[in-house]
Nanobody, 125 residues
Framework: QVQLVESGGGLVQAGGSLRLSCAASGRTFSTQFMGWFRQAPGTEREFVASISSTGHIRNYSDSVRDRFTISRDNAKNTLYLQMNSLQVEDTAVYYC??????????????????WGRGTQVTVSS
């Protein structure tokens, strides 16, 4: 049974930092891209960042580029998201995701088959 478990969320003041982790179990994702998405109340789930299997290709949404960094440790089957200079607008539930097989566009929700349950990030002003 595949599981993705996020951790590291919490309450932080604007300008602060958090580091999210996503531990995968049940299968290895070392040959697949992985991604982070987020969803604020009343909005659709949106792409945050993705990373290729080797870590060499990283994609970011415009709203987080230059503030967030996605990384992975394939030996630990773990995905990370370092979030710096957090803004109130970053408040959301953050989800880790992985695909069953390769798909061409890692920015799409539909490209992923496995999802974690999410971790809440709240940024106060």
């Amino acid at each position: 049974q595949v599981q993705l478990v996020e951790s590291g969320g919490g309450l932080v003041q604007a300008g602060g930092s958090l580091r999210l982790s996503c531990a995968a179990s049940g299968r290895t994702f070392s040959t697949q891209f992985m991604g982070w998405f987020r969803q604020a109340p009343g909005t659709e789930r949106e792409f945050v960042a993705s990373i290729s299997s080797t870590g060499h290709i990283r994609n970011y949404s415009d709203s987080v580029r230059d503030r967030f960094t996605i990384s992975r440790d394939n030996a630990k089957n773990t995905l990370y998201l370092q979030m710096n200079s957090l803004q109130v607008e970053d408040t959301a539930v953050y989800y880790c995701a992985a695909p069953y097989r390769w798909r061409p566009n890692p920015r799409l929700v539909g490209s992923y088959d496995y999802w974690g349950r999410g971790t809440q990030v709240t940024v106060s002003s």
